[in-house]
């Protein structure tokens, strides 16, 4: 049985794979038969969210990675906006392979990827919660072992 989090992260899934990969062939392709792609996509979400959601933590640390390469292409590395770390994938990919493209990020993002406010972050670097980065802000690293934690109890 599927969980709510598995839920959303497979319509989330699907959500992204059509609007950011089978729309655009559609354009360019108007004549094609994309169905069976689409089919396909709706089955293999359901793959990848139990991967990402599952007890393996190097295939759900690459898969993200795979799909965040894929989904948010680009010439730059991805660095998301804060409002993407409170998306299905977003959450996953925070827990599961940290920030795509830095070993510390601000307390804003680090609240953002924690789903809780600055003066949160600020609070927990405090208590010895998270771990301040020696450049600045909070260890990617630190954040996830705080998400891991919150998921164990």
Do not use: C, Y
Not at 8 to 26: C, G, H, M, N, Q
Not at 102 to 129: C, E, P, W, Y
């Amino acid at each position: 049985m599927s969980t709510q989090e598995e839920l959303e992260l497979r319509a989330d899934l699907i959500r992204l794979v059509t609007s950011r990969l089978l729309d655009p062939l559609e354009i360019l392709l108007p004549t094609a038969d994309l169905d069976e792609l689409h089919d396909q996509v709706h089955e293999d979400a359901k793959t990848w969210a139990e991967q990402l959601l599952g007890p393996n933590d190097v295939q759900a640390k690459f898969l993200a990675i795979r799909l965040i390469a894929v989904l948010h292409p680009g010439d730059t590395p991805f660095d998301p906006p804060e409002d993407w770390w409170a998306t299905p994938l977003g959450r996953v990919a925070a827990r599961r392979a940290g920030h795509p493209s830095r070993q510390h990020v601000s307390f804003g993002v680090a609240g953002a990827m924690l789903g809780i406010t600055r003066q949160g972050v600020h609070d927990l670097v405090n208590r010895g919660k998270l771990e301040r980065h020696p450049d600045g802000g909070v260890t990617v690293e630190s954040i996830q072992i705080r998400l891991s934690q919150r998921r164990d109890t």
